[in-house]
């Protein structure tokens, strides 16, 4: 039986590199964000958990809608797969690393393999756009 995980997550891009994050105890990096909470839409899911992991707000007049993209969920079982629905938007505030985040990182393509699965085929995209350089 396949498990979904629907995921929201933001990307955030500057001079070529996109903006990851590493969990606490964990050695792959992963592009902010997280679950929707029950009755919770994307933008909301977008907003609250990137208020709650890197202590930045959201400016919701900014928001776009870059694409979903799905792959096996990184250190899940076999036959978890994850849903990732990626919004672009601007913010306000310092990024700061809270919550369960270790680690903040400006990753370019070369870096592509030290990220999750379905990461890396956003990577991929990125990189096709000409958004993320190598």
């Known amino acids: 039986m396949t498990e979904i995980i629907d995921k929201i997550a933001w990307i955030h891009i500057e ?10 105890g ?3 990096y992963y592009f902010p964000g997280g679950k929707r909470e029950a009755g919770e839409s994307d933008i909301d899911t ?7 992991e890197l202590s930045v ?8 809608h870059f694409g979903k993209f799905q792959a096996e969920a990184h250190g899940k079982g076999i ?7 990626c919004y672009i938007a601007d913010f306000e505030g310092e990024l700061s690393p809270a919550s369960e985040i270790e680690e903040l990182a400006w990753l370019n393509y070369e ?6 699965k379905v990461s890396q085929i956003i990577f991929d995209r ?7 350089m190598k």
């Open 79 to 85: 036959g978890t797969i994850v849903n990732m629905s």
């Open 57 to 64: 707000h959201i400016k919701e007049d900014t928001i776009s």
């Open 26 to 28: 964990k050695d792959t």
């Open 46 to 52: 977008l907003k609250r958990e990137i208020e709650e």
């Open 15 to 24: 001079d070529g590199r996109v903006l990851c994050a590493r969990s606490k």
């Open 126 to 132: 990125l990189f096709e756009l000409g958004k993320l």
């Open 111 to 116: 870096k592509r393999d030290q990220v999750s």
